[in-house]
Nanobody
């Protein structure tokens, strides 16, 4: 059974850094696009970053470009999101997802079938 488990979310201050991790199991990670999305209260789930299969190409939302860095380790079945210079608007539940759809859909949450339970990132000013 395909499963994703996020971790690393916590309460931080504005300007701090944080690294989220996502552990995958039950499926061949190397064959999947992997994405990070976030959802704030009352808002829709939005794209943050993604890595096309099997890895090496990364895509970022404009709002996080230059501050967040995504990486993946197919051998360890791990996905990471390094977040620097955190802002209040980064506060959300962060989810990792896995997808096999065409690359054109990599930024669309509805194209991901497998999701983790999410990890809360709280940014305090």
């Amino acid at each position: 059974q395909a499963q994703l488990t996020e971790s690393g979310g916590e309460l931080v201050q504005v300007g701090d850094s944080l690294r989220l991790s996502c552990a995958a199991s039950g499926f061949p990670v190397i064959n999947y696009h992997l994405g990070w999305f976030r959802q704030a209260p009352g808002k829709e789930r939005e794209f943050v970053a993604a890595s096309s299969r099997p890895g090496g190409h990364y895509f970022y939302a404009d709002s996080v470009k230059g501050r967040f860095t995504m990486s993946r380790d197919n051998g360890k079945k791990m996905v990471y999101l390094q977040m620097n210079s955190l802002k209040p608007e980064d506060e959300a539940i962060y989810y990792c997802g896995a997808s096999t759809v065409a690359l054109s859909g990599i930024r669309q949450p509805e194209m991901y079938r497998t999701w983790g339970q999410g990890t809360q990132v709280t940014v305090s000013s």
